[in-house]
């Protein structure tokens, strides 16, 4: 059995092969291409029994990937945080495509368990949808803000109540003020706004398209109070399959709610772990938010660590961390209800 790491880049990919105790065998670069990746599976196949293991850098390993699980190859994801330690205790100084690898492939034999590589479904449709809407947030944020300072120089009593330049109405009413002045500044406000009233639109339509794509994927999760379509989009196309994880305890640690131990003796203690998908985290921090500030077992339990003495802020960090538990939960259930429909739906085809 070897372990062949791969170093990919957006023109080459090198790969470095290591037997069962870490020993360089061989290494090779091949072009970052479809018949780049066809050579490097022929050359790979020199070894009967492989594992590949690429680092966890998938807009630049997708199309690898895909192309390794299709031809049947066991292929594995390596946190770049592991190669850095691998390369730092490394014998060989240095930082190179064949060092790259090499800390691929020994990562990955030295850490049992890491996430196995899969053909994207719909949740990468999603993780894509949810990020080009946020891009489109942050555009039209930047205009608004642009639009004020504008504004405020052409009408300087005139107050702009905050949050409401995404909303179309206002926006119409600001530029039937804006049309009959003249001069350059209104005209750059006329036009941000003009800008802002289509980004807004496509904002809109995003999240209904959204919405309609998350209900039938995670029924389970958007029953979770506090927890709307966008946050439930977020989760989905962050955690890409919730069957990865191991258990509770290890979706706990990617997401950032688990602490982290930091004692010696018999003084047991634990600190914030600030790493982590940040992303989730902040996902599961709005759903914490919503529940501590509606009614229902998260607002009792934060009024519950209140009393006992925690500060608001550890009361929401300890209610994350139970949410963290629960939205495993309902993702794994979610996941295991669609696959069983598609075995019933397979059945019923064939």
Not at 47 to 76: K, N, Q, S, Y
Not at 220 to 240: D, F, R, T
Not at 325 to 332: G, I, M, N
Request: proline content about 4%; glycine content about 8%.
């Amino acid at each position: 059995m070897v372990v062949i790491g791969v170093d990919a880049h957006k023109r080459t990919h090198t790969l470095a092969v290591v037997d069962e105790v870490g020993r360089a065998l061989a290494n090779r670069t091949f072009p970052a291409t479809l018949d780049g990746h066809s050579a490097a599976l022929r050359w790979a196949q020199t070894w009967p029994e492989r594992m590949f293991a690429l680092e966890d850098c998938r807009h630049l390993t997708r199309r690898l990937e895909a192309d390794l699980i299709r031809a049947g190859e066991r292929v594995v994801r390596v946190p770049a945080r592991l190669m850095a330690t691998v390369r730092r205790t490394g014998r060989e100084l240095g930082k190179s495509d064949p060092i790259d690898a090499l800390a691929a492939a020994r990562a990955a034999l030295r850490e049992p368990g890491l996430p196995a590589a899969q053909l994207d479904g719909e949740t990468r449709r999603l993780r894509l949808l949810v990020d080009h809407r946020e891009d489109m947030v942050g555009e039209r944020t930047r205009m608004q803000s642009r639009v004020r300072w504008h504004v405020h120089e052409l009408f300087p009593g005139l107050e702009i109540a905050p949050k409401s330049l995404g909303r179309l109405h206002v926006i119409a009413v600001l530029d039937r003020r804006l049309r009959p002045v003249e001069g350059t500044v209104a005209a750059i406000a006329r036009e941000l706004l003009g800008r802002i009233r289509d980004l807004t639109v496509r904002i809109n339509e995003l999240e209904r398209e959204i919405t309609q794509l998350v209900r039938p994927l995670a029924p389970n999760l958007m029953a979770m109070p506090g927890c709307g379509p966008l946050s439930a989009a977020k989760i989905l196309g962050e955690v890409a399959g919730a069957a990865r994880f191991r258990s509770r305890a290890a979706f706990a640690r990617w997401n950032g709610t688990a602490p982290i131990p930091v004692w010696s003796g018999n003084d047991t203690r634990h600190r914030l772990n600030r790493g982590g998908n940040r992303q989730v985290n902040a996902a599961l921090h709005r759903i914490a938010l919503t529940q501590w500030r509606g009614v229902g077992l998260g607002r009792a339990y934060v009024q519950h660590r209140l009393g006992a003495g925690s500060t608001k802020t550890e009361a929401l960090r300890l209610l994350r961390r139970r949410l963290s538990d629960e939205v495993f939960r309902r993702l794994r259930s979610d996941e295991t209800a669609i696959a069983r429909t598609s075995r019933r739906e397979g059945v019923i085809a064939a």
